[in-house]
């Protein structure tokens, strides 16, 4: 059956569930850190970086929220050694085993750290981000929740915030389902990734949720791979 692309679903990602073997979550966290760096999903983040980056003499503290394996902010290390940029990067997420695997996979990056809480506790954390970034996190979210988290992620950063996540079209659907199927040895990211592609969203979508979230417009731009890289600059240049 062809699938409804005019609207989101809301089935849950088996990635979403608490008994997942570590084995398994292993295997997925490995194959989706392969899929963003190769298929472009990385260099997004980096963009929207790069519009809220104006001083070259600060330490900015960068806070990923649903920061996985931690292979977002590892990416954006050796980015900002080659640009020149000083950051305390921070991964948040909620599984205790994504902690672990995304500490010892960055054991050699002095400041990549990570902590162990839920997003809706972003306000009790002991410090307070600069800029706040989620990749392929907020399409786990229902509307209800995201809504929530747009105001969340307004009010806990000093500077603004990059969203970059799934457009929902035929074409990224197709394409990701077919590519997974011939390379992925992961159950889970081969259920997981097309499903994902539905749980994206339409530029409407994204405009509503700012509108009922009362937060500032972002600037949204729809970028390859199938991405939305939505940015939001609180203190953005002068003309």
Not at 57 to 85: E, M, P, Q, V
Not at 199 to 218: D, I
Request: hydrophobic content about 40%; some cysteine.
């Amino acid at each position: 059956m062809m699938p409804d692309f005019s609207k989101r679903s809301y089935q849950k990602e088996l990635l979403d569930r608490d008994d997942i073997p570590f084995s398994d979550l292993e295997r997925n966290l490995l194959e989706l850190d392969f899929i963003n760096t190769y298929l472009g999903g990385h260099a997004v983040t980096i963009l929207g970086l790069e519009c809220l980056l104006t001083d070259p003499s600060k330490t900015y503290t960068i806070l990923d929220i649903g920061s996985g394996g931690g292979d977002t902010l590892r990416f954006i290390a050796k980015w900002a050694l080659k640009a020149s940029w000083k950051a305390n990067l921070v991964g948040l997420d909620y599984k205790k085993e994504a902690i672990e695997f995304a500490t010892f996979k960055s054991k050699g990056f002095s400041n990549i750290s990570f902590v162990q809480s839920d997003y809706k506790d972003l306000a009790k954390l002991n410090f307070k981000p600069d800029i706040i970034i989620s990749s392929l996190f907020c399409h786990h979210l229902n509307d209800e929740h995201l809504i929530e988290y747009l105001k969340l992620i307004d009010q806990n950063s000093t500077i603004g915030f990059v969203i970059n996540d799934l457009h929902r079209n035929p074409f990224a659907y197709f394409s990701i389902k077919w590519l997974t199927s011939l390379f992925s040895s992961s159950y889970l990211v081969k259920n997981d990734a097309p499903l994902s592609v539905m749980r994206g969203f339409s530029k409407n979508e994204v405009l509503s949720y700012f509108t009922k979230a009362e937060v500032s417009m972002p600037e949204i731009k729809w970028k390859w791979a199938f991405r939305w890289l939505i940015t939001s600059n609180k203190y953005p240049a002068k003309s």
